[in-house]
């Protein structure tokens, strides 16, 4: 069986993807990702790709960079939102679900390649998403357990001395009959 053309095409956006860094910053990942994908349509096209199928793998390809890119580190997630939906998207709103439709259609409408280069793009999400995760907690639990700690060692230490006050005033009442 002959590879696929859409498989082959999207092997440098592939690449791309697997040595994405946070140290390169959303507007370098941006800057570089957008013509990759440009790359990839145009590939595609040569490759005899049929043009219904292209857009719909290129916005798979666009959310793994956009799934890959949200669990960097350093990456402000504010910015990244609106440099991918404006340059990887053109300005769409594409969600994994979108992608599974896509995979549907493609399904029903006999299109065995690109339904299997959507499924292919979707596990690989799936992958991304059960994999490691970029938020983490920030240690708030450490933080008010040690706060409760230091909380309830004033306390103790207030009572103490509160006490050994009352037991020298007792003390002292008491030597003075």
């Keep these: 069986m002959a590879p696929s053309p859409l498989r082959q095409t999207a092997e440098p956006v592939l690449r791309f993807i697997e040595g994405l860094d946070s140290r390169q910053g959303e507007r370098r990942i941006i800057d570089e990702a957008a013509p990759l994908l440009d790359r990839f349509e145009t590939a595609a096209q040569r490759a005899g790709v049929a043009p219904v199928a292209i857009k719909p793998a290129r916005y798979a390809l666009a959310m793994l960079i956009?799934?890959?890119a949200r669990q960097l580190k350093g990456i402000t997630l504010g910015t990244w939102s609106v440099l991918a939906r404006r340059t990887l998207f053109e300005g769409r709103d594409i969600p994994m679900a979108r992608i599974r439709a896509f995979?549907?259609?493609a399904r029903r409408n006999?299109?065995?390649?690109?339904?299997?280069?959507l499924g292919e793009m979707l596990e690989r999400a799936e992958t991304l998403r059960a994999g490691p995760q970029r938020r983490h907690g920030g240690g708030w639990g450490w933080k008010a357990a040690a706060f409760a700690l230091l909380l309830a060692g004033g306390l103790a230490a207030y009572a103490g001395v509160l006490e050994y006050r009352?037991?020298?005033?007792?003390g002292a009442d008491f030597e003075v009959e």
């Excluded at 006999?110 to 280069?117: A, I, N, Q, S, Y």
């Excluded at 009352?166 to 007792?170: D, G, K, M, S, Y």
């Design 110 to 117: 006999g299109m065995d390649d690109l339904e299997t280069f």
């Design 103 to 105: 995979r549907d259609t």
């Design 66 to 68: 956009d799934q890959r």
């Design 166 to 170: 009352f037991q020298r005033q007792i």
